[in-house]
């Protein structure tokens, strides 16, 4: 999805250049031309904005239950204790939204 | 078949079957070897190639319309806008993404190709290391299977096929080939003259207990990431193995907030570079 000026950050974005920061913009900023602009020119790809069209419940519930059954094929046969430390993690993140 | 006292030449031999490296992805790297990238050398070098030049407008000019302006058809004035860094990432990934695309192993090669330098690139700008050498890496990690899939296709697919399962891939393709494919891509990217790092990610990115440098461990954990997102999606992506000393050495924590982050930004990169 294109970034356009009126979304909002759902997480913080920064940048940096030799080691000095040179962007910081907080979650609940609205984006605007301008922002938009230095992100481009930050060369930061992508940004985390809120979602306006949420899922259902249900929804959401089989997205989470399909996500969980694939991962676990991904993972088979059973993985080693550093694997399931990925696992986890994976399992804990949940399904991104399309 | 192949074999280990002579695999430089040989490769040097399959090499001709493959198009040429790109050049300005070569010039770009030297030029990052001398730490001193030239705005005007650089913006000049990508606008001579017509397709990073037409990249380069299109992200301009996307910044221009927001602001209702009229859309630039110089590239040089182009790369003013969008500066430095963002024509960089254009020249690798336009240059490599064209060149993987080109040589002959199928839509997979490509895809997996394109995840793992998305991922190992992110991976690298959260440790401070080069994302350039990154996703130039991530891009050719798999390059050597080009070339055994140019000396035997059906050899080749029939031992991709019965490792699915057990991961044995390497094994199995030095039984058949003589040499694997880790091997042969990492003396393909000495044929070409890229830096010691990338030949030795290529070389040991199946090393499962091995680091040798931070790019390496890199590349070998985006193999494993991009399988564990299901990117490209594909019944293959399998995780049984992971090499615990290339997460120490990047420091990784995989439930972290950073992390968490990342796989969030790999998966979309990916999504957005792919729905083109």
Redesign the interface.
């Known amino acids: 999805m ?1 970034l356009n ?1 009126g979304m909002v950050l759902a ?1 913080p974005v920064s940048a940096s ?1 030799g080691g000095y920061a040179t962007m910081s913009l907080s979650a609940g900023g609205m984006l605007t ?1 301008e922002t ?2 230095q992100l ?4 930061i ?2 940004v ?1 904005v809120v979602n306006t069209d949420p899922v259902s419940a249900s929804q959401y519930a089989q997205a989470v239950h399909s996500y969980e059954a ?2 676990h094929q ?4 059973t ?2 204790a ?2 399931q ?6 399992l ?2 949940g399904p ?1 939204p399309c | 078949m192949l074999n280990s006292a002579t695999l430089a030449a040989d490769v040097g031999k399959l090499a001709k079957s493959l198009p040429p490296f790109p050049a300005i992805v070569i010039r770009l790297l030297d030029m990052l070897r001398d730490d001193s990238v030239s705005f005007d050398v650089l913006s000049h070098m990508a606008s001579q190639d017509p397709v990073i030049s037409a990249n380069i407008l299109a ?1 301009a000019n ?2 221009r319309r ?2 209702a302006q009229a859309d630039l058809s110089d590239a040089r004035v182009a790369a003013s ?3 430095i ?2 024509v960089r ?1 254009i020249v690798v990934a336009t240059g490599m993404n064209r060149f993987v695309s080109a040589v002959p192993g199928g839509p997979f090669l490509f895809h997996h190709s394109l995840a793992v330098a998305i991922t190992a690139q992110e991976l690298a700008a959260l440790n401070g290391d080069s994302q350039d050498l990154a996703y130039i890496a991530g891009m050719l990690h798999d390059v050597g299977q080009l070339c055994l899939h140019l000396i035997d296709e059906t050899a080749f697919e029939k031992v991709y096929m019965d490792s699915v399962g057990d991961g044995k891939l390497v094994q199995r393709e030095a039984a058949v080939f003589g040499a694997d494919h880790c091997a042969v891509g990492a003396h393909l990217a000495r044929h070409w003259n890229l830096p010691e790092e990338i030949y030795s990610a290529i070389l040991n990115h199946h090393d499962d207990e091995t680091v040798t440098c931070p790019l390496q461990a890199a590349i070998c954990l985006s193999e ?2 991009v ?4 990117i490209p999606q594909s019944p293959k ?6 090499n ?1 000393h290339a ?1 120490a050495e990047l420091e990784i924590d ?2 972290s907030a950073d ?3 990342l ?3 790999c ?3 990916y999504r ?1 570079a792919t729905q083109h």
Do not use: Q
Request: net charge positive.
């Open positions: 294109e000026p997480k250049s031309e938009i602009a481009v020119v930050k060369g790809e992508c985390a694939r991962l991904i993972f088979e046969p993985p080693n550093h694997c430390d990925l696992l986890t993690a994976m804990l993140r991104m | 992200h996307h910044v927001m602001h806008i969008i500066g860094n963002r990432r494993t990431v399988r564990a997102l299901d992506n399998r995780v049984t193995i992971l615990s997460v995989w439930g992390m968490a982050d796989y969030d930004r998966v979309t990169r957005h």
